[in-house]
């Protein structure tokens, strides 16, 4: 994952090649810190679309999908793990479908 804003690869023409997009992430020392971000009802992952959208990689990498295990992933809301879920429904996998949608240009 990325902090806000993204950092970003350029390729060889110094044009942006690779981003990563996350539904939420942790301060420097883990989720534990003060400075991790939640997941804020979908808007962080939204801020993180719209920042690639602006910027426009090639590539997008959407982190993660589902690697829910403790302690990597402290509960529901401070977690970056998009796959269906009791907590989230299919919101999380339809919110990155719409945002993909978005970047594509469909």
């Known amino acids: 994952w990325d902090r806000s804003p993204q950092s ?42 719209a920042y690639a959208r602006e910027v426009g990689p090639q590539i997008v990498l959407v982190n993660s999908f589902n690697e829910w295990v403790r302690p990597e992933e402290q509960d529901s809301e401070f977690s970056n793990d998009i796959e269906p879920s009791e907590a989230h ?5 339809d919110l990155l479908t719409e945002q993909v949608a978005e970047f594509k240009g469909f």
């Open 89 to 93: 429904g299919h919101f999380y996998l």
């Open 8 to 49: 970003y690869a350029l390729d060889a023409l110094g044009e942006p090649e690779f981003m990563v997009v996350s539904a939420a992430f942790p301060g420097e020392t883990g989720w534990s810190d003060a400075a991790s971000v939640g997941r804020a009802g979908g808007e962080t992952f939204k801020t993180q679309w």
